[in-house]
């Protein structure tokens, strides 16, 4: 069996649970908007469906099916085109995810496009004439050339990988986030995975026949897209995840004999709460009593039982981005976390609500 062969069978044993998680995440955006405009959505399926064309026809061209034409390998150009293209648009988008400054985003973005660009133009101009024998000169060149070529994309991902790790452990692990800690290790063991594949591609320019390496190129940004399906479908799951061992402040010692709990709150190192600013919270917990026991530079306050019915305290935590999506100071990127408190009068209503508020940076 030729070795071309291998890679066509293993780039379609990959392109069937790829295509699925495509589909998923597809029919979760739908059921989320009830659209598909989603650049995210057009990326990952036009990725897909060029790798399957790519694939195809070249694996016919090494069997003989297709004949060597300036058409073919002009097509084939440019379906390369679109993959090298694609993909690490499709890892910038995750890293902007993270960034905050959205024009450094957009930047980043653009001079991927750019840089990769100019990579394909040259391959135009080198790897078709090599290719159509047009002269050992474009021969011997394109023999280097694809080499430089091969390795610009090595850096471009593996760098894009290395700063979205750095962007994961500083700006969010390192706030207090832990729990996408676990997207921080994935993370970390799949760029070994998905740079092996430039190193692979790399290494197969070696081999005899110098055509194919081409039909591993599909196998490559196939596993890679697969790759990309599933860091998207693990951020969703830990942006979804609301626990986060770090950010518990109810404590489970303190507990009074009729079973309700005496409120706990630590920070360590955490500055003095302000009252001037208050996220309405989501989760809502009474209380017959209400006693607040601090510990650092977290106040004290007592609540009189005889004047409510019942305490309703409410807890938020908040990440600034420091893009003005957040009320309250936005001075600072960080983590802020706001506590507070209202009597709940027989009538049901919620009467001197209080808030405090303090910045986790």
């Not at 790519?54 to 085109?81: D, M, N, Q």
């Not at 692990?173 to 676990?182: E, F, V």
Request: proline share 4%.
């Amino acid at each position: 069996m030729e070795l071309f062969s291998i890679f066509f069978g293993a780039f379609l044993g990959l392109f069937v649970p790829t295509s699925a998680k495509a589909m998923q995440q597809t029919l979760s955006i739908w059921r989320r908007t009830r659209s598909l405009r989603n650049a995210y959505l057009y990326m990952i399926w036009v990725e897909a469906t060029v790798n399957l064309i790519f694939a195809v026809a070249t694996y016919l061209y090494l069997c003989k099916v297709i004949r060597p034409s300036f058409a073919f390998y002009f097509g084939t150009a440019i379906l390369w085109a679109f993959q090298t293209q694609l993909l690490p648009q499709i890892i910038a988008n995750r890293v902007s995810l993270i960034m905050v400054d959205k024009k450094k985003a957009r930047l980043l973005k653009w001079v991927l496009f750019l840089l990769i660009s100019s990579v394909n133009i040259s391959v135009f101009c080198i790897w078709i004439p090599a290719h159509m024998g047009s002269g050992s000169t474009f021969v011997t060149l394109n023999l280097i050339w694809e080499r430089v070529e091969k390795t610009f994309f090595l850096v471009v991902d593996l760098g894009l990988n290395l700063y979205f790790l750095y962007l994961v452990r500083y700006r969010l692990i390192a706030n207090g986030l832990t729990k996408y800690m676990p997207l921080f290790k994935f993370n970390a063991a799949i760029v070994f995975v998905s740079t092996s594949m430039d190193i692979l591609l790399l290494g197969l320019l070696s081999l005899p026949n110098p055509y194919d390496y081409v039909q591993f190129a599909p196998v490559a940004y196939i596993i890679k897209l697969n790759i990309e399906l599933t860091m998207a479908i693990l951020i969703s799951k830990v942006v979804r995840n609301s626990s986060d061992r770090n950010d518990e402040w109810y404590s489970d010692e303190n507990r009074t004999p009729n079973g309700t709990h005496l409120t706990s709150r630590t920070a360590t190192g955490a500055p003095m709460p302000q009252r001037n600013s208050f996220f309405p919270g989501s989760g809502r917990k009474k209380t017959n009593t209400c006693e607040e026991t601090a510990s650092g530079h977290w106040p004290t306050y007592h609540c009189e039982q005889g004047q409510c019915k019942s305490i309703v305290t409410a807890v938020t935590t908040v990440a600034e981005s420091g893009d003005g999506s957040c009320k309250g100071d936005r001075s600072q990127e960080g983590i802020m976390k706001s506590v507070t408190m209202a009597v709940r009068t027989e009538d049901g209503k919620d009467k001197e609500e209080c808030s405090i508020t303090a910045r986790l940076t």
